[in-house]
């Protein structure tokens, strides 16, 4: 008999927590093994459970060594972005295991030198097609040779980047063809049904890094960023968000109505100001 079968579930569970040094990811994996499995590991899913613990504290610590001294715009430690992002998936309806390895990862293609590849052997080919998708390509795949003015090119190269990335976007359809198109481009040959599954996931990771993305955005001495990032939500978010799931659609509403609140008052002040000069 293998000598870890000796031990009970609850045994293996403790053994488990003790792996871990963060209290955050062990309030992860609680909350994992409250919304997902709803409390009830047995020994029909407990492989599974174990399965996820090793992969998300994999990606876990490493995407943690990668942004530990990245700032973002707002000061906050881009990794604390990370761990946001997988709280909010873990708060929208019909959290899974996928889900959150995805949320974890989302930004390892982008922004770290982590690859499909690397993704797709250590992760499986549903979280790595998801992050891909999510995922802006390098914006120097986009230069315009023919652009002789260098920063002229640069600026076009990211602009057309962004509009090609939030094209996806626009409808339920536009973004599965989106997830097909990954998967046929790596030999992937997906069912309908996970093709549904994994453009449904993805979404909801886009979501929730939405939804912080805005939580954190005001910044008073940068009023057209905000505003920016307002408009740019109510175009490319919303729509898909009200057909997909309404829970994030109502979330990213609020979160875009305080902004909007804040910008009027903004506003306001500044034109008092302008008067009493």
């Not at 996928?98 to 549903?126: G, M, P, Q, R």
């Not at 315009?144 to 976007?169: C, G, M, P, V």
């Not at 599965?176 to 997906?190: D, E, F, Q, T, Y």
């Amino acid at each position: 008999m293998n000598t870890i079968e000796q031990y009970s579930l609850e045994n293996v569970l403790d053994a488990l927590w003790q792996l871990n040094h963060e209290k955050w990811v062990d309030k992860i994996l609680n909350s994992v093994k409250e919304k997902i499995f709803w409390n009830d590991l047995n020994s029909e899913n407990i492989d599974e459970f174990k399965k996820f613990v090793r992969e998300f504290t994999s990606i876990y610590y490493l995407m943690k060594a990668k942004f530990s001294d990245v700032e973002r715009s707002s000061w906050e430690r881009y990794f604390e972005h990370l761990r946001e992002v997988v709280n909010n998936v873990l708060t929208l309806p019909y959290p899974n295991t996928n889900k959150v390895l995805i949320a974890i990862a989302h930004d390892s293609i982008e922004d770290t030198n982590k690859t499909f590849e690397w993704l797709n052997e250590d992760f499986w080919y549903e979280v790595a097609i998801a992050v891909d998708a999510i995922s802006k390509k390098p914006w120097e795949n986009y230069i315009n040779q023919s652009i002789e003015n260098i920063s002229d090119r640069n600026k076009q190269a990211k602009i057309s980047r962004n509009t090609e990335y939030f094209w996806h976007l626009e409808t339920f359809e536009t973004f599965k063809n989106h997830v097909s198109n990954i998967a046929l481009s790596k030999n992937i040959v997906l069912s309908e049904e996970e093709l549904i599954k994994i453009t449904l996931d993805a979404l909801d990771v886009k979501f929730a890094d939405r939804i912080h993305n805005l939580s954190t955005q005001w910044d008073p001495n940068d009023l057209v960023q905000v505003r920016k990032k307002v408009n740019e939500t109510k175009k490319y978010f919303l729509e898909i968000a009200k057909n997909t799931n309404t829970n994030a659609y109502s979330k990213l509403q609020s979160l875009i109505l305080v902004l909007e609140i804040r910008l009027n008052n903004a506003n306001r002040n500044v034109e008092n100001i302008i008067q009493v000069d």
